[in-house]
């Protein structure tokens, strides 16, 4: 199966960032088109951004537009979320997912394979 490890989660200020990591294993040879969720207690998990298989194409949810950041850098078989101007609402679990297909989606069953997630908490 494949392993997906979120790494980068951590306490900030508001107005802070972040930069998240997700390692995929090394046996995972072919790279698929990746994304970011997070959920925060009591509420569904929520896209966040995603990313092609060529790091050509990004999507990104109105609530982080102009925040964050998507990137890859397939030869190293990772995937980077940069979080800048963090709020307190941003506060949540992170994953990271792998894409069923080469396209990208905002949705949960677009996706396989997913990590264990990372915290992040930004405090008021």
């Known amino acids: 199966q494949v392993q997906l490890v979120e790494s980068g989660g951590g306490l900030v200020q508001t107005g802070g960032s972040l930069r998240l990591s997700c390692a995929a294993s090394k046996r995972t040879f072919v790279p698929y088109a990746m994304g970011w969720f997070r959920q925060a207690p009591g509420k569904e998990r929520e896209f966040v951004s995603a990313?092609?298989?060529?790091?050509?194409?990004?999507l990104y949810a109105d609530s982080v537009k102009g925040r964050f950041t998507i990137s890859r850098d397939i030869a190293k078989n990772t995937v980077y979320l940069q979080m800048n101007g963090l709020k307190p609402e941003d506060t949540a679990v992170y994953y990271c997912?792998?894409?069923?297909?080469?396209?990208?989606?905002?949705?949960?069953?677009?996706?396989?394979?997913w990590g264990q997630g990372t915290q992040v908490t930004v405090s008021s």
């Open positions: 990313i092609s298989r060529s790091g050509g194409t990004t």
């Open positions: 997912a792998r894409s069923i297909t080469s396209n990208i989606g905002d949705k949960t069953y677009e996706y396989d394979y």
